[in-house]
């Protein structure tokens, strides 16, 4: 859908974008090129809004804003230096060298193991993701509100921040990979189809949970985040 926009659709100061003030509704969002930083995402006609395209020029996005529409796909101008997408998820680069006997900045290569998945789309109809297999952290709720049923985590995974899996209503099982040292707190809250839990550090052993007390579930993983600390990697 291509989407056409005046100038005075949008809030935006110094190069930080603070909303949609268009009057119409929209269903995608296209974040004009130059701006830098995505502060706020307001609008009284976005409550249709499903996809967000950021430009190469965004170096910082508040991810609570993010967080608070009900998306289904983000996509990423394949030049951002900081951000860029897959399948519709949001990640952001662990680290960027530039190439070396390169004097153009814009030549870079990146640590593709050190990256982030900062948000999958909670309105995205699927009921299965996969991690890519280089991801190493999932920020604070990157997964909270998602539909899926299933969540597969890769082996690189070492961190895993606050809420990241909070109210994921349908997810039914998670293992969580042994390299992981930080767990973040209620990481895992408010799933009620959860019916199995795999963490590291108790006897590497699926760890049942069928309908368990809420509290009891949280307890399970403040035990194991505090284990965790205690044997993080010098």
Do not use: W
């Not at 399948?87 to 680290?95: K, S, T």
């Not at 799933?191 to 839990?197: A, D, F, G, I, Q």
């Amino acid at each position: 859908v291509n989407q056409t926009y005046r100038k005075s659709d949008f809030l935006i100061e110094n190069g930080i974008f603070d909303g949609y003030c268009g009057k119409e509704q929209i269903r995608e969002l296209h974040i004009p090129d130059g701006v830098t930083k995505v502060r706020a995402i307001y609008g009284e006609n976005l409550q249709y809004l499903s996809r967000l395209v950021i430009p190469a020029s965004v170096e910082k996005i508040n991810l609570q804003e993010l967080q608070s529409l009900s998306l289904e796909e983000i996509v990423v101008n394949n030049s951002n230096k900081v951000y860029y997408s897959r399948e519709g998820v949001l990640f952001r680069y662990g680290a960027s060298y530039p190439v070396e006997g390169f004097k153009n900045s814009d030549t870079i290569i990146h640590d593709d193991t050190k990256d982030t998945l900062l948000l999958y789309p909670c309105n995205r109809k699927t009921s299965f993701y996969k991690v890519p297999d280089n991801i190493a952290r999932i920020a604070s709720e990157a997964f909270s509100d998602a539909q899926l049923e299933y969540i597969t985590l890769p082996s690189s995974l070492k961190s895993i921040g606050d809420g990241a899996f909070s109210y994921c209503d349908n997810l039914t099982e998670l293992d969580i990979p042994d390299g992981v040292r930080k767990l973040g707190d209620d990481c895992v809250f408010e799933c009620p189809k959860l019916k199995s839990l795999s963490m590291p550090f108790i006897n590497h052993k699926r760890t049942p949970c069928p309908k368990i007390d809420v509290d009891e579930f949280m307890l399970r993983v403040s035990d194991l985040r505090t284990e965790i600390d205690r044997n993080e990697f010098k």
